[in-house]
């Protein structure tokens, strides 16, 4: 027996365990303008819900995912736990990895701006009954060599009104 026959059952759904895992990733990969905020439920790092309901984008994600590594053990006659490890890491760290690695290398205009949370930090303060009083310093870097020019604004989720 060769070296390949001892590990796979079935090379072919292998090969197509990694063709339905790297759709995930492609799925899974964190747009930089789509941020939830108000989601409780993360699994590897894709939102489930969020303001507006369910995320259908990620659970089908999820269920490329979890077929991707039922194949895998399927396919496998070695090494079928030690390969769902290493893939349930790789489905929790790839696609935030290549979102930074593509934002600092090749991203131009506003996709190119990363946002530092733990660095900046917002004052309201409340003037009169209706008014409010906002200071607000944001941690913004620019990877690209360019100028890059973009707009702010505030969103209440209370409110279907957007102040700029």
Not at 21 to 31: A, C, D, G
Not at 51 to 73: E, H, K, M, P
Not at 133 to 145: G, I, K, P, Q, R
Request: aromatic share 14%.
């Amino acid at each position: 027996m060769k070296g390949s026959e001892i590990i796979f059952k079935n090379k072919k759904q292998f090969h197509i365990t990694l063709v339905i895992f790297t759709i995930y990733v492609v799925l899974s990969f964190p747009f930089f303008h789509e941020n939830f905020p108000e989601s409780n439920v993360f699994i590897f790092n894709i939102a489930i819900n969020s303001w507006d309901g369910l995320n259908y984008l990620g659970i089908i994600a999820l269920i490329l995912l979890f077929t991707s590594l039922t194949l895998a053990v399927k396919s496998l006659n070695q090494f079928k736990k030690r390969t769902v490890l290493i893939g349930i890491l790789l489905a929790t760290f790839i696609p935030q990895y290549l979102a930074d690695a593509y934002q600092k290398t090749l991203a131009t205009g506003v996709y190119a701006i990363s946002y530092k949370q733990e660095f900046s930090e917002c004052d309201i303060r409340k003037n009169g009954d209706i008014t409010l009083v906002a200071e607000c310093n944001f941690m913004l870097t620019n990877h690209s060599n360019s100028d890059v020019e973009l707009l702010l604004s505030f969103i209440d989720k209370y409110n279907d009104e957007e102040l700029t």
